[in-house]
């Protein structure tokens, strides 16, 4: 549930990740966004892993923000697997 700080942030993503595998099997009639099933959380290095739970994959590893950042801004895919 979310809280009164988390529920007045607004949604600012302007680049998405995607499971290369539930790219390939996309339903004809769901977006990636409807399809998708992923969760996200920091790992014991302190890395933020994002996680693709219907194909027990791994989507993006990151340990450097700002070098994501740059991907983004070059309109780099961010599809793995």
């Known amino acids: 549930m ?3 700080f988390t529920a007045s ?3 600012s993503i302007v680049g998405y990740m ?3 595998f539930c ?3 996309l339903p004809d009639e769901m977006s990636p966004e409807e ?3 992923v969760q996200a959380g920091v790992t014991e290095d302190g890395k933020i892993q ?3 739970i219907r194909h027990n ?7 450097d923000l700002r070098a994501l950042k740059r991907g983004f801004d ?3 895919a961010a599809v793995l697997n």
Request: with cysteine; glycine share 4%; aromatic share 10%.
């Open 2 to 4: 979310p809280n009164q």
């Open 9 to 11: 942030i607004p949604n």
């Open 18 to 20: 995607n499971c290369g």
């Open 23 to 25: 790219q390939d099997e």
């Open 35 to 37: 399809y998708s099933w």
């Open 50 to 52: 994002v996680w693709c």
């Open 57 to 63: 994959a791994t989507i993006a590893l990151v340990d």
């Open 74 to 76: 070059q309109n780099q």
